[in-house]
């Protein structure tokens, strides 16, 4: 059972470089999320995604671009790194919408901006 | 907006010891309630939810109620293990698009 999976765990990155996370899953969910986990800061979120060809922004956009071309997959593109994006990464995704919605969380990826 | 407001941690106990990690929230019309649990290395797993006033989330021995008076939902556990050592996460859902809002997390410790 795959369920959320990102690529790569860890990647270290100069400032100024350009990179995507990846993230897929195979549970058929309509309802996908990129949240970043900074220390002591929570979750915030920065894109989602309520269908294939829609995307929205979150709480924190800048810095960060996506794409929802399939159900499956939904990248999230870093361009110019700086080091203020030196974070955790999860993608995550929901069955459904609505006030009762659980989202499925992938495993993270570490990313450093030097 | 919404906000969640969560305890500080971390929060060390010993095996067998009784567990509360408080949560209050903010949030307009009816939001639904969510703990989170994230052990180490891993991403975060829904631990239990509650989507109305009054009503008990429970699972894995650990409970939180959903009280709108106080706007509230504490996570509580009567007899911990050092398994449950992790961090936990209470949220708020924010819309139609199951959009949560997450608080800052509470590092929870358990010893022998």
């Known amino acids: 059972n795959a369920g959320v999976t990102q690529t790569p765990k860890f990647r270290i990155l100069k400032i100024g470089q350009s990179m995507t996370l990846q993230c897929a899953q195979d549970?058929?969910?309509?309802?996908m999320y990129w949240y970043r986990q900074d220390p002591g800061m929570g979750l915030k979120l920065i894109y989602y995604?309520?269908?294939?060809?829609?995307?929205d922004k979150g709480e924190v956009p800048n810095g960060y671009n996506v794409s929802r071309s399939t159900t499956e997959d939904f990248p999230l593109r870093l361009e110019l790194a700086a080091p203020s994006q030196t974070s955790v990464y999860f993608c995550?995704?929901?069955?459904?919408?609505?006030?009762?919605?659980?989202?499925?969380f992938g495993e993270g990826s570490r990313l450093t901006v030097l | 907006g919404n906000s969640v407001t969560q305890m500080e941690g971390p929060v060390t106990l010993s095996e067998e010891a009784f567990l509360t990690i408080n949560c209050t929230y903010t949030?307009?019309?009816?939001?639904?309630l969510f703990w989170y649990v994230q052990y180490p290395g891993e991403g975060l797993q829904l631990l239990l939810k509650?989507?109305?006033?009054?009503d008990k989330g429970s699972n894995k021995g650990f409970e939180a109620t959903y009280r709108k008076e106080t706007t509230s939902f504490h996570l509580e556990k009567g007899s911990v293990q050092v398994s449950d050592s992790a961090v936990y996460f209470c949220?708020?859902?924010?819309?139609?698009?199951?959009?949560?809002?997450f608080g800052t997390g509470t590092r929870l410790q358990v010893t022998l």
């Open positions: 995550a995704s929901s069955p459904t919408g609505g006030q009762t919605g659980e989202l499925f």
């Open positions: 549970m058929n969910h309509n309802y």
């Open positions: 995604s309520v269908g294939a060809g829609i995307t």
């Open positions: 949030a307009t019309g009816y939001p639904s």
């Open positions: 509650a989507t109305k006033a009054d």
């Open positions: 949220a708020v859902n924010t819309g139609t698009a199951s959009k949560l809002t």
